[in-house]
């Protein structure tokens, strides 16, 4: 081939077409370098046939390309993968493609890299700077650049540290293969019910073939221990497997279990990782040496050279749903990969979404059920508290009741849990004298207070301020109330109430590494956790045997706003959190605090009933033609400045198409008006599930043009609205 088309790791940009100097082979997936006017751009060589281009330049004025990187090209199952979500999600083919290339640095040829870290001597006339960032730096190690953000101070500064003596160099190699998991150590006697399941799963790896199977059971069921029969069989087989999990504080509890399991820990794949790490990682998997990688959705665009099987854990979670950049759902393309790669993929859940189980219905995915939990565990009973009937005293949020049971398990040196999904102290802040309330410069959100670090905080765009002392309108001091209730204050209560216990809020806030999740799940262990109070983070993954209460502080709270998937989200959320009381030999309870006891969701929850709920859920999405029945798309029309966010959105909606089994809603403003500073305006697309809609979508804002300073994008699928 003299002549190669490449996609540039440029969103900008279509794919370009170059000569190939002498010397140089490079065949489809062959990861480049190629230069662009002045600049030299990573590119990967693509089929001209699945990547048509619009400039057909003559041979003899193509620029050659300047090098070819060491590394195995990327596979075509992963380049019709890129091809699938660009088109599926109306995204540019280098931005998907860019995910597979996550390190960069990967693609250069050196063993070994240079880190960083502290010598534990302290020189003794440092700069207040260097001091500051020396101890901002703690235990770290890093590149220099990394250092330096790390400590927010420029590269000079560490570079001085290392001068200084207080920090020094450590050789890291960034090949040395990972260590092989062994099938064999540490396999579980499986019940009979899991054995089924784990048979299943096992001749579906075995085959080779693309198999889709909701791996449906009970919290506590031990669906863990039977996908992990799948994985053993990918190990044996000597192919690779990829497990999703939805956050990355689950990461931890994995691991360990992984290893109890495996004898060694699998390549963890998650945005904390150190440049180096990432770059070891990327290559053993690209090489095909790491067998089994664990990590979040991004994991999904690695470039697996032998990929056997894929597990999405929690595959009901909407953190799987991806917000920004390219809008993909994890899930969804998950699936697609396992078609691409013929291989099996397990989408393991409690909760299952709608759309995974009416896939099941259709027939397009197998299912295998574990219907009761592992060993002598129950499910939890669970009973609502009407709030209502039997209220908090005044300026509290926990009832009689639920502060009776807290009491009791106190008294059995027994662990609860209080679930509330709404981190900080509370959601708004107002004056007590002008009425004031704090908002966000930038969202249309309010601050957020978090009294452990005495700042409002803005959950959008991360906005932060000290909590000031005199309301910032009318000056009055100590005028400001804080109104409703976060994680913070319910833990405020909890010491309010039992001054003795030992509580843990666990939020994103206090969970932000898998060192820090490790710590928790330690305190949790040795018993030197009494209560947690915490938000969604808490609700899945962990299992703590001595745990026997969870109170449900606001059922409610998901329910407002009116969402499509608000019911089955409240479902999903408290079915889960309810999954971890009882997980041990002693009986969990569990007690769901709701201004409306009556409401369909609570009742089935009470009763345990997931079919009548997720009957009538279905009914009620057929009837209204919402997915999985029809397809919603979101146009988002963004600007800094409304008055052009708000044109281009009007001019967006006058052109939209009329299509028979197609209606478009809007322009509106955006659930969220204004976000990280910019005005947002929202067209609804909705149409019938037969029909093209990116392909509509495509030929419509294809046609378009608009201002510069307007942005618009489109979230296929889209979530929450
Ligand atoms: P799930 O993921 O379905 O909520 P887990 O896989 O976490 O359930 O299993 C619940 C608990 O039961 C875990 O502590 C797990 O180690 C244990 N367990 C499950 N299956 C077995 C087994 N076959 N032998 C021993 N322990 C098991
Ligand atoms: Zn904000």
């Not at 002498?22 to 002045?38: D, N, Y």
């Not at 798309?633 to 967006?652: F, G, K, N, P």
Request: include cysteine; hydrophobic fraction near 40%; proline fraction near 7%.
């Amino acid at each position: 081939m003299s002549r190669a088309r490449v996609l540039i790791l440029n969103a900008a940009l279509g794919p370009l077409d170059y000569r190939v100097p002498h010397g140089m082979a490079v065949e489809p997936g062959s990861i480049v370098v190629a230069p662009l006017g002045p600049r030299q751009l990573l590119g990967v060589v693509w089929e001209p046939e699945f990547m048509p281009s619009d400039a057909e330049v003559g041979d003899n004025r193509l620029r050659p390309l300047l090098a070819k990187a060491e590394v195995p090209p990327l596979g075509a199952s992963l380049r019709r993968l890129v091809e699938w979500t660009a088109a599926y999600y109306l995204a540019p083919p280098a931005a998907v493609l860019r995910m597979c290339l996550s390190s960069t640095s990967a693609l250069e040829g050196a063993r070994s890299v240079t880190e960083y870290r502290a010598t534990g001597e302290v020189p003794d006339r440092l700069t207040p700077q260097r001091a500051q960032a020396l101890e901002r730096i703690g235990d770290r190690q890093g590149l220099i650049r990394e250092l330096a953000t790390t400590a927010d101070v420029s590269d000079a500064v560490i570079r001085g540290l290392v001068k200084a003596g207080a920090l020094e160099g450590v050789e890291v190699d960034i090949d040395s293969p990972f260590p092989l998991p062994d099938p064999d150590h540490g396999a579980p006697t499986l019940s009979t019910d899991q054995r089924a399941a784990a048979d299943t799963l096992v001749a579906d790896v075995a085959a080779r073939a693309f198999a889709p199977t909701l791996l449906d059971g009970v919290t506590g069921s031990g669906k863990t221990e039977v996908y992990f029969e799948a994985v053993a069989a990918a190990i044996r087989a000597g192919q690779q497997t990829v497990v999703l999990l939805p956050e990355i504080a689950l990461t931890e509890p994995f691991l360990k279990r992984f290893h109890d399991r495996f004898g060694c820990e699998p390549v963890a794949w998650h945005s904390g990782l150190r440049s180096s790490q990432r770059r070891r990682a990327w290559r053993a998997i690209a090489s095909g040496q790491a067998l089994v990688t664990v990590g979040a959705r991004s994991a999904l665009f690695l470039p697996y050279h032998n990929l056997g099987l894929i597990v999405v854990d929690e595959a009901h979670e909407t953190s799987f749903k991806q917000e920004d950049g390219v809008h993909y759902h994890a899930r969804d393309v998950a699936v697609m990969r396992g078609k691409f790669e013929s291989c099996p993929v397990i989408l393991a859940s409690a909760t299952p979404a709608i759309e995974t189980r009416q896939q099941v219905a259709l027939g397009r995915y197998a299912e295998v059920q574990l219907p009761g939990r592992y060993g002598p565990a129950e499910l939890p009973t669970i009973e609502a508290i009407d709030l209502i009937a039997t209220p908090p005293e005044r300026g509290r949020w926990l009832a009689p009741k639920l502060v009776a049971s807290l009491r009791e398990r106190l008294e059995r040196r027994e662990q609860s849990l209080l679930f509330l999904n709404r981190r900080g102290y509370a959601p708004l802040t107002l004056c007590r004298t002008c009425g004031h309330r704090f908002q966000c410069p930038n969202c249309t959100a309010w601050m957020v207070e978090h009294r452990l670090t005495r700042r409002l905080a803005c959950h959008h765009c991360g906005h932060v301020m000290p909590t000031p002392r005199a309301c910032p309108e009318c000056k009055a001091e100590d005028s400001l109330v804080a109104c409703g209730p976060g994680v913070e204050r319910i833990a405020d209560e909890v010491a309010l109430l039992f001054p003795e216990a030992k509580t843990a809020v666990v939020t994103s806030d206090t969970i932000w590494s898998p060192a820090k999740a490790a710590e928790f799940v330690g305190r949790m262990e040795a018993g030197d956790i009494d209560i947690v109070v915490g938000t969604q983070l808490v609700t899945k993954g962990y299992h703590f045997p001595n745990l026997t209460l969870v109170g449900v502080v606001d059922a409610d709270l998901g329910l407002e706003g009116g969402d499509l998937r608000a019911a089955e989200r409240t479902f999903q959320q408290i079915r889960q959190v309810s999954g971890r009381a009882g997980r041990g030999e002693k009986p969990g309870h569990v007690m769901i605090q709701t201004h409306s006891p009556k409401a369909q969701v609570m009742r089935a929850l009470v009763t345990g009933d997931a079919d009548a709920f997720y009957t009538a859920e279905t009914a009620a999405r057929r009837d209204a033609g919402a997915p999985p029945f029809g397809r919603y798309a979101a146009i988002i029309v963004s600007s800094e400045d409304r008055a052009c966010a708000h044109e281009t959105a009007l001019l967006v909606g006058r052109s939209a198409p009329r299509v028979e089994g197609m209606a478009v809603y809007g322009p509106a403003p955006a659930p969220l008006a204004m976000l990280r500073g910019r005005h947002r305006y929202r067209l609804l697309v909705h149409a019938r599930r037969a029909l093209d809609v990116q392909d509509i979508i495509r030929d419509w804002l294809g046609g378009l043009e608009w201002s510069a300073k307007a942005r618009v994008a489109v979230d296929v699928d889209p979530y929450s609205f």
